[in-house]
């Protein structure tokens, strides 16, 4: 079994135990969890392709973890901490995963589908091509993070604020951005079938790959005299 330390972390418990610089699978990851009192902290450790499936890992931190490819079906991850992971391809399909918080994590072409994302944070992370499909998702916040090609139809962005989001490709189809601000970020050729944009202020959003088809959806939003002029260039009018 690993070396068990306590090790204080403000983002962990006072008395979390650290986990440092092992390689982890399932039989012996059910060992520590029930030898600890309290939660676990992960440090530079390896789940890579580790079936962790329906674990309760509630209050858990990760930090420089790998867990490429790593199962995580179904698995409580609630009050969960995680920074600098890359869990390229992991699997957290019905996880469990109210207020977690994610910071500069690879979570490229992972799958969410059914997920409880409930208050959960992603900040300054890489979800490239990840699934979020029926997520559970309120108060579910993205921050400086890259949404390219996600599948996220179907989700409510309405009334947010989206810091540097950038929704390029993505599905996003049926998406509720009423009244939603765009802090910088793109929608550059993204999917937008039956998409809701009154009241959004895109001013600041990267539109391009935008056609004239698509203006209808932005009745009632805020555009740049520039993202209108592009519009108009659709039709071959220029603006003087």
């Known amino acids: 079994m690993p070396e068990m330390t306590l090790f204080p972390d403000a983002a962990a418990s006072p008395a979390a135990t650290l986990i440092s610089g092992q390689t982890l699978g399932r039989e012996s990851l059910q060992a520590l969890l029930a030898a600890a009192a309290q939660p676990l902290q992960f440090e530079g450790c390896d789940f890579e392709g580790a079936d962790l499936s ?41 996880a469990d995963l ?57 989700m409510s962005f309405r009334k947010l604020r989206l810091n540097r989001i950038d929704f390029s490709e993505a599905d996003l189809s049926g998406c509720d951005f009423r009244d939603a601000v765009f802090e910088g970020g793109s929608l550059r050729n993204a999917q937008l ?18 056609k004239l088809v698509d203006a209808r ?21 220029a603006v003087a």
Request: aromatic fraction near 8%; hydrophobic fraction near 45%.
């Open 193 to 210: 079938k039956l998409a809701r944009f009154e009241g959004a202020d895109l001013r600041e959003a990267d539109l391009s790959g935008l």
């Open 98 to 154: 109210s207020d977690a918080q994610f910071l500069n994590c690879d979570l490229n072409n992972t799958t969410w589908r059914r997920a409880r994302l409930s208050s959960t944070a992603f900040t300054d992370c890489k979800l490239t091509g990840a699934s979020f499909e029926e997520v559970a998702h309120l108060g579910l916040v993205f921050a400086e993070t890259l949404l390219v090609g996600a599948d996220l139809r179907k």
């Open 217 to 237: 959806l932005f009745r009632g939003a805020t555009i740049a005299l520039h993202q209108a002029a592009a519009l108009l260039a659709e039709l071959g009018i």
């Open 54 to 94: 329906r674990l309760d890992l509630r209050g858990c931190s990760f930090r420089h973890c790998a867990l490429m490819e790593a199962s995580l079906y179904a698995a409580v991850l609630s009050n969960t901490r995680w920074q600098h992971c890359r869990a390229r391809q992991a699997d957290l399909e019905a």
